[in-house]
């Protein structure tokens, strides 16, 4: 059996190999509970971030001319570049090759898609059934139907698919109703805009809270707006002057 480890709520949120110096290897698997996530550095440099319910094996130090990890469940990936050595994360739905690049996987399964959504770099996606192979450019995402066994490319907002990570939504340039946009596809809600909102564009980084209140009243302060609820509903108009 591997040697595994369970997260618990007390213990600090990341794992560290690269002082790991050996001409062996063993093969961990980390599990991360409900409500958690965690972070591994593996023995290359390379960082990853495990979202909540995901199991990550890995080996303890990289040996021979590739560098091979298993996920089932969400991860983001900042890889170290080494082009002798691929790096390949690998599960029973989908096969990515990277050689150093930024990335997000979501192959959760009981979810319907998988997904890969590349943030910067490429990344050669294979499904592992026979449904093709499709190499990614910077801001696309491959999604496998596990029940049609298709796969398609997609052009996307690749960084929110990242947000859980670090807890930050980017945007530049961003006019108050793309920021809107954003916030409906993070926390599921619907937000109606006033015909008259503000048409001037932001720069900046919103940091992701708990509840949308909190991230409206944080926007308030920064935009000429105000925010009313109404039945589950969110209405923003311009604040009169």
């Known amino acids: 059996t591997l040697p595994q480890k369970m997260i618990s709520k007390s213990e600090k949120k990341e794992l560290d190999y690269r002082q790991v110096i050996s001409t062996t290897t063993q093969t961990h698997v980390l599990t991360v509970p409900r409500g958690e996530s965690f972070k591994v550095v593996l023995c290359d440099g390379t960082e990853v971030w495990l979202n909540a319910n995901s199991n990550f094996v890995y080996p303890t130090a990289f040996i021979g001319d590739e560098r091979i990890v298993t996920l089932e469940g969400e991860a983001y990936f900042e890889v170290t570049k080494d082009t002798k050595r691929p790096f390949s994360v690998q599960n029973e739905t989908l096969d990515v090759q990277v050689l150093g690049t930024v990335f997000n996987m979501n192959c959760d399964k009981n979810r319907q898609l998988a997904e ?3 943030i910067r770099g490429s990344v050669k996606v294979t499904g592992k059934h026979d449904e093709g192979m499709i190499v990614l450019s910077s801001g696309q995402k491959a999604e496998l139907n596990k029940s049609t066994k298709q796969m398609h490319v997609r052009t996307f907002n690749t960084q929110l698919d990242a947000v859980w990570h670090d ?12 920021i809107v946009s954003t916030l409906q596809h993070l926390y599921k809600t619907e937000i109606i805009l006033s015909p ?9 980084v919103i940091y992701q809270k708990e509840n949308l209140d909190s991230v409206l009243l944080n926007l ?6 105000e925010y009313t609820k109404n039945e589950g509903k969110i209405y923003i108009k311009p604040i009169k002057k």
């Open 116 to 118: 890969v959504s590349l």
């Open 167 to 178: 807890g930050m939504i980017p945007f530049e340039d961003a006019t108050i109703s793309e």
């Open 220 to 225: 308030t302060l920064a935009m000429p707006i």
């Open 196 to 204: 008259d909102i503000d048409k001037s564009t932001y720069s900046g």
